[in-house]
């Protein structure tokens, strides 16, 4: 049986009488650190002007990051904040994965979640700050009506919320899923078999979604939102104004090519 009230980080390494202490989730969170800047590192070092081997591989991960912070930014924020998008993703993946390697992923805590979306809110606001000034930040919370002010800014203060509980939710609920199916396979195995075979035939598919699909997915939609939110935020709109502007522009666009085509027919 799962033991529900042991389902949290274990504590790994404590110091004087207890009350400091890691948990698994902070060392491995230091350790995907190290590793991802020493790949970093070896990635970047010895570049030469026509690239070959791992520098392929390095301009090809830089390149498409780089597209993707363009794609939400346009061209000039997004090199301005391709480096952070691009650390949080590949982050996001390695931290999302552990379950792989049969460890607990580091997203799984409550903690390390709120950290990163905390993270984020503050970029945002601090940029848009700073991009819009003060005035220019209250104007946006104002829009598109002043006495919107009050839920555009508790829409603000809960985005870090539900972007916490998103990505915890989904990779905490997917570890206790796959713990509990592969106790109940188990014990079902030893009725007929005193092989757990059924908890080996029906864990890879399993662990293909729980621990290489979804995590992927979690990843890309924690750093999409924060992406989002950030191109709203520097353009001093809320996000539900700028995603109506998108679509009203794409249907003008739409227009023009369809008028174009009939034209040239």
Request: proline share 5%; aromatic share 10%; hydrophobic share 50%.
């Amino acid at each position: 049986m799962i033991d529900f009230n042991q389902i949290g980080p274990r504590i790994i390494l404590t110091f004087g009488n207890g009350h400091v202490f890691l948990t698994e989730s902070v060392c491995f969170e230091i350790l995907i650190c190290a590793i991802l800047a020493i790949l970093g590192i070896w990635l970047g070092s010895n570049l030469k002007p026509v690239p070959k081997g791992k520098q392929v591989v390095a301009e090809t991960i830089v390149g498409l990051v780089y597209n993707f912070a363009e794609q939400q930014l346009g061209k000039k924020m997004g090199d301005v904040y391709a480096p952070y998008l691009g650390s949080l993703i590949i982050f996001l993946l390695f931290a999302n994965s552990l379950g792989l390697l049969g460890l607990r992923p580091v997203t799984a805590d409550l903690n390390v979640t709120a950290a990163l979306a905390l993270m984020s809110f503050l970029i945002i606001q601090v940029s848009a700050v700073k991009h819009l000034g003060i005035g220019g930040r209250v104007h946006a919370l104002a829009d598109p009506y002043p006495f919107m002010i009050i839920m555009n800014t508790i829409s603000e203060l809960v985005f870090p919320v539900t972007l916490a509980l998103r990505l915890f939710g989904n990779i905490f609920g997917g570890m206790v899923v796959v713990d509990m199916w592969l106790a109940f396979m188990g014990k079902l195995s030893l009725h007929f078999c005193s092989i757990p075979i059924l908890r080996c035939l029906t864990g890879i598919p399993l662990n293909l979604f729980f621990d290489m699909f979804e995590p992927v997915i979690q990843a890309y939609i924690f750093t999409v939102l924060t992406a989002v939110n950030l191109h709203s935020a520097l353009e001093g709109e809320m996000p539900e104004t700028a995603e109506k502007r998108r679509q009203k522009k794409l249907r003008r666009q739409q227009k023009r090519e369809l008028k174009s085509a009939k034209q040239e027919a």
